[in-house]
């Protein structure tokens, strides 16, 4: 079946400016992850979603970064007055269930530029 | 707070060789997870295995195995037999109890040497 998709692949925006990075999970996942992997990091823990709502925010790093996911689907991730600093790749995760364990399946993120 | 540390940002092996790439965490929690995920170039990560703390028997996948060493918080992954499609970016990850956020390492880049 498909696995998580995540549009778009690339984002190139200008400083200031306002960005949605959509996240498609695997059909039937309840549980949805966004993070955000520097360069030569590892991913860093942004927003945790079980069904519609948000179980866990506190990676957000300030109030210019908001999620939804308003069907227990799809979700965006919404960036207000890009900062350079913002510059990332933003990944997705989805898994089945919420168990300690559970497997989470990543999209292939999606490249954000802030010039 | 949890931590990983993978204190290898490099290694390199040659082709049909075993190498080890390690990884060490901090938690008070008695039960958990440890993952080892693959990020090739495509940034897609890639659970290659996954171990939980209470069984004391190292988890295997084809060519993947692991040691773990709960008193020593020590989860090195081993990967024998290296190939060409081995090359990537490692992590070492641990969920955190309650999210099950992932807390991941800052990587070992390994290279394949044909």
């Known amino acids: 079946g498909a696995g998580v998709s995540q549009t778009p692949s690339n984002k190139v925006t200008e400083k200031g400016k306002y960005v949605e990075l959509r996240c498609d999970p695997i059909?039937?996942?309840?549980?949805l992850y966004w993070y955000r992997q520097s360069l030569g990091q590892g991913p860093e823990f942004l927003i945790y979603?079980?069904?519609?709502?948000?179980?866990?925010d506190s990676g957000l790093p300030n109030d210019r970064f908001f999620a939804v996911r308003p069907e227990g689907s799809v979700s965006t991730l919404k960036i207000q007055r890009t900062e350079r600093g913002d510059s990332a790749v933003y990944l997705c995760?989805?898994?089945?269930?919420?168990?300690?364990?559970?497997?989470?399946?990543f999209g292939p993120g999606t490249r954000l530029l802030v010039l | 707070a949890q931590t990983v540390t993978q204190s290898q940002p490099e290694m390199s092996v040659q082709e049909a060789e075993t190498v080890t790439l390690s990884c060490t965490y901090d938690?008070?929690?008695?039960?958990?997870?440890l993952f080892w995920y693959k990020q090739p170039p495509s940034r897609q990560m890639i659970l290659v295995i996954r171990?939980?703390?209470?069984?004391?028997q190292n988890a295997t996948e084809n060519r993947f195995s692991v040691n773990f060493q709960k008193a020593a918080k020590s989860f090195s992954l081993k990967i024998s037999d290296s190939q060409l499609g081995d090359a990537a970016m490692y992590f070492c990850?641990?969920?955190?109890?309650?999210?099950?956020?992932?807390?991941f390492g800052q990587g070992t880049r390994l290279t394949i040497n044909p």
């Open positions: 979603f079980q069904g519609t709502g948000a179980a866990d």
């Open positions: 171990q939980e703390a209470y069984k004391q």
């Open positions: 938690t008070s929690e008695s039960d958990y997870y």
């Open positions: 059909s039937g996942h309840t549980a």
């Open positions: 990850a641990y969920p955190t109890q309650g999210a099950q956020k992932l807390v």
């Open positions: 995760a989805s898994s089945p269930g919420q168990w300690l364990g559970e497997t989470q399946y």
